[in-house]
């Protein structure tokens, strides 16, 4: 289901960094169900993405947690 959200927000470019941005994701929300955006940002940064900025992979995580 994140990597649905991640398809339908385009919240990735080249698709380089996706596979462990969505492990990540997938692992921080069994730990914590409602996230903050601070949480996310730090769960996902051992990720570079020189593409997005984070943006795109923020909103697609919100989407999934049904927070946009």
């Known amino acids: 289901a994140i990597q649905e959200a991640f398809?339908?927000?385009k919240a990735f470019q080249c698709g380089?960094?996706?596979p462990g941005m969505i492990i990540?994701?997938?692992e921080?929300?069994?730990?914590?169900?409602?996230?903050?955006k601070d949480?996310?940002?730090e769960a996902l940064?051992?990720?570079?993405c020189r593409c997005t900025g984070y943006e795109g992979q923020l909103r697609g995580i919100k989407k999934y947690m049904g927070v946009e």
């Open 7 to 9: 398809i339908e927000l």
């Open 16 to 18: 380089f960094c996706t």
């Open 24 to 26: 990540c994701a997938t």
């Open 28 to 36: 921080l929300l069994k730990k914590k169900s409602k996230p903050t």
């Open 39 to 41: 949480e996310i940002k």
């Open 45 to 48: 940064a051992g990720n570079l």
